[in-house]
């Protein structure tokens, strides 16, 4: 006993130092390089010759856990943080490794030890969840109990099943019933777990006139099972939901068991609503899930047990036919996957099981009353039936435990609360509200990851935000102030939401007015005031020149757009779009000017074009004035030797009769005018110390003509009180930030606000002291003018 003690304090002693290696990355720096350079040399690659100790394999383990998030954080992506394991969920993981161990135990012992294990699990989750005298059959896959208990019903259906196998089903096909609400793939998995063809697995619709629509047509199923027994099939099962998948509804299980009752169908229920049979106070609907054949749990979500298995209870009198079933095994080892389950719900407690769920339903209506304060929210109770607050409330009061909350942002609900046109404010309205909706719940996920909100698509209501607390709250660790700060986020995004659903209209009809400079584009899964592209004006171009001309143009367009003072974001748009080149606009408040906002895109996309067309003739225009230019130089520098003779050439002489007899030279600069193309004198300079020609620039009127002291773009005057936030600077340069002297270049990239100042930017030329050598611009005898510069290399 001793040595068995020493050997279970040591399966603790090592998980809980693998836990903390693989936890909280504190790491020697020696055994951390290397396992960093296994993860990226070797794996996947050959088994070292050497074998490793258990520190460094563990090291190598956290590295391939991480490696993802590392990579990520230098992406600046957020990276998905991993479940808090608490010390239930230590339990749990003990659980493993004490399975391990017991598994080498002798036969006769672990015999009596896994039949207790598996009778105390068996009974305590029968009492927890109202199962009287029930069976359980512990599974990974959440599937594989209804594919055992539907084996079991055709054991039972067919007598000689056992013996003829499948010959049995061809001249009595069974029929598998499932509701329309059922989770994606589930009937198809069971035929295909079970060799029938698709043709044994029945839908049922839903209800389309009374009772909620997530729920079982009833009567329609009655009808489908006579119609199936005059064609000579038999019923076999019938799969209900306590919390179908989507929308969390609860089928009428009462009148689908007395249906059952009548025609011998086999009633398996599952769902998360099931959970809350555990509470004092259930409601009738999940009530009568106590009265089904089998019922499947996943107690490791609602508890928040890592690698805990799920449970299906069912109920039969006949152990040969659950052994031929699946449902129980002769082998001990099997039966060990109950252990992890045994061992956290003894930490736990029969009041920490109760308190976990009953924290979750808390959590739910908790929600559920904040949401009354929130405007243009709507609670959704099934497609074409979408209830009002007050029934909300009313449905809380009826069934306080329901632990599934559904909402979506609705524009009906605040249309004419903000500025902007309301009357047809988008083609495909419907396809444009689940574009805004699963951008909030994204949002919400994103700002609030402790909530565990997710977005839902269901098939008439379109997209909804759910909030399922059975299913996250115990793994997230959701506390009262996670659905506060739920709430107080989703305040504030919803006002940004109608706002910009309200002046989608206006943003395209601005766009249309300035046609054809821009493009309206159509793009209904963009969460956003719109898309926009800027088409090129540039005639005679083939089709594939004027795509990369329309490339090029809005992608500089759109890093000048993200340089601008403004909240407003603008994008690439999703990463699966129709359109190319597009420029998406983000979301908006009520106190934005589309006018203005749409006039500055079509204005700065027509000074890039203008600039693009400058900078393609600069290149041809500079290379032919610095031809001409040295030609001038070249005949300054012939006529100032024959004006001043070759004494004065050379270097001591040239000095001496300089100093005894001056000689003012005649030889004038010039300066070379791009728009033009021609060199001009630069007399007028020298006598006015300004550039002949050069006005000074202006910022574009598009983007200061009602801008206030402290106002960001875009924003009308004192229409919100964000509008006299802090400016930074953007389009053209700073007049401030010029000389007084003008600084001269033929380099100069042109301003996109003002193309057409730039063509009389210049560049002194200056006749060097030594012939054949133009670079060398400056004389030594004429003084340049004070702040004035000269380049004539002609980059």
Not at 362 to 376: H, I, M, N, P, Y
Not at 424 to 432: I, N, T
Not at 604 to 621: H, K, P, Q, Y
Not at 692 to 704: D, K, S
């Amino acid at each position: 006993m001793m040595m068995v003690d020493a050997a279970l304090a040591q399966v603790g002693k090592n998980l809980s130092e693998a836990m903390r290696i693989l936890g909280d990355g504190q790491m020697e720096a020696d055994a951390g390089t290397e396992s960093r350079r296994l993860s990226r040399t070797i794996i996947p690659g050959p088994l070292q010759g050497d074998g490793q100790d258990v520190t460094t394999i563990l090291h190598l383990v956290h590295h391939l856990i991480h490696e993802e998030e590392d990579e990520e954080e230098g992406k600046d992506k957020p990276s998905q943080a991993m479940q808090n394991v608490g010390e239930q969920g230590h339990m749990a993981l003990l659980g493993h490794s004490l399975a391990a161990y017991i598994s080498v135990l002798g036969r006769e012992r672990l015999r009596k030890l896994t039949t207790r294990i598996l009778s105390d699990t068996t009974l305590w989750l029968c009492r927890i969840f109202r199962y009287e005298s029930g069976s359980a059959y512990f599974h990974e896959d959440d599937r594989d109990g209804l594919v055992k208990v539907c084996r079991l019903a055709i054991n039972a259906r067919y007598e000689d099943y056992t013996t003829e196998g499948y010959a049995v089903l061809s001249s009595t096909q069974p029929v598998i019933y499932q509701s329309a609400s059922c989770r994606p793939g589930l009937g198809q998995h069971l035929c295909s777990q079970l060799g029938l063809p698709l043709s044994s697995l029945c839908t049922v619709p839903c209800n389309t006139i009374f009772g909620s629509q997530h729920q079982m047509d009833v009567a329609l199923l009655d009808k489908l099972i006579k119609e199936d027994i005059e064609a000579g099939k038999l019923p076999l099962l019938l799969i209900a939901n306590a919390g179908t998948p989507g929308a969390g509804h609860t089928d009428k299980l009462g009148r689908l068991k007395e249906l059952c009752d009548q025609h011998s169908i086999w009633l398996h229920v599952e769902g998360v609503n099931l959970a809350t049979l555990a509470l004092a106070q259930v409601t009738s609907a999940v009530m009568a899930a106590t009265r089904c054949d089998s019922m499947t749990l996943t107690p490791g979500r609602w508890l928040g047990l890592p690698a805990v298995t799920a449970v299906t209870l069912y109920r039969h009198e006949d152990p040969a036919l659950s052994l031929a079933a699946g449902l129980t095994s002769s082998q001990p080892v099997e039966k060990l996957r109950a252990l992890p389950l045994w061992l956290s719900l003894q930490h736990l407690g029969h009041n920490g099981i109760i308190e976990k769920i009953r924290h979750a339903a808390a959590l739910s209506q908790q929600l559920l009353l904040k949401l009354k304060s929130v405007a243009c929210i709507r609670i959704s109770d099934g497609p074409e039936k979408e209830i009002s607050l007050i029934e909300a409330l009313k449905m809380v009061e009826e069934e306080p435990n329901s632990p599934v909350v559904l909402f979506k942002f609705s524009q009906e609900l605040c249309a004419g609360s903000s500025g902007g046109s309301v009357d047809g404010f988008c083609a495909g309205e419907k396809e444009v509200l689940d574009t805004f909706n699963r951008w909030l719940g994204d949002q919400l996920a994103q700002l609030v990851p402790s909530s565990g909100v997710d977005v839902v698509e269901l098939e008439d209501e379109g997209t909804c935000v759910r909030f399922s607390p059975l299913l996250t709250a115990a793994v997230l660790g959701t506390q009262q102030e996670d659905v506060d700060e739920l709430v107080q986020k989703l305040v504030e995004l919803v006002p940004m939401m109608s706002s910009t659903m309200n002046l989608r209209q206006d943003f395209r009809e601005e766009t249309h007015r300035r046609a054809p400079l821009l493009t309206y584009i159509e793009e209904l899964s963009w969460p956003g005031l719109g898309a926009v592209r800027y088409e090129s004006q540039a005639e005679g171009l083939d089709e594939s020149r004027r795509k990369e001309e329309v490339k090029k143009i809005n992608n500089a367009l759109l890093t000048k757009l993200q340089e601008l003072d403004t909240d407003i974001i603008f994008s690439t748009g999703p990463e699966f779009v129709t359109e190319e080149d597009c420029i998406f606009v983000g979301m908006v408040t009520d106190d934005i000017d589309v006018s203005e906002l749409v006039e500055t895109i079509s204005a700065l996309g027509t000074d890039i074009e203008e600039s693009g067309r400058l900078l393609e003739n600069m290149t041809e225009r500079v290379r032919k004035g610095i031809l001409e230019a040295e030609l001038q130089l070249q005949r300054a520098n012939e006529e100032k030797l024959i004006e001043e003779g070759m004494l004065r050439q050379l270097p001591l002489v040239g000095s001496v009769l300089n100093w005894f007899s001056p000689v003012e030279s005649s030889i004038k600069g010039r300066t070379f005018n791009l728009a033009a193309g021609s060199l001009d004198s630069t007399d007028v300079t020298y006598s006015t110390k300004v550039q002949a020609g050069r006005t000074p620039l202006q910022e574009t009127p598009t983007l200061t003509s009602k801008r206030l002291p402290g106002q960001r773009l875009f924003r009308r005057p004192g229409a919100g009180s964000d509008s006299m936030s802090e400016t930074s600077s953007i389009g053209p340069a700073d007049e401030t930030s010029r000389e007084e002297g003008t600084t001269v270049s033929t380099n100069i990239h042109p301003s996109m606000s003002q193309p057409e100042t730039l063509g009389q930017a210049a560049s002194d030329v200056r006749p060097p002291n030594i012939p054949g050598t133009p670079e060398q611009a400056e004389s030594e005898e004429e003084r340049q003018p004070e702040g004035q510069e000269v380049d004539l290399s002609g980059r």
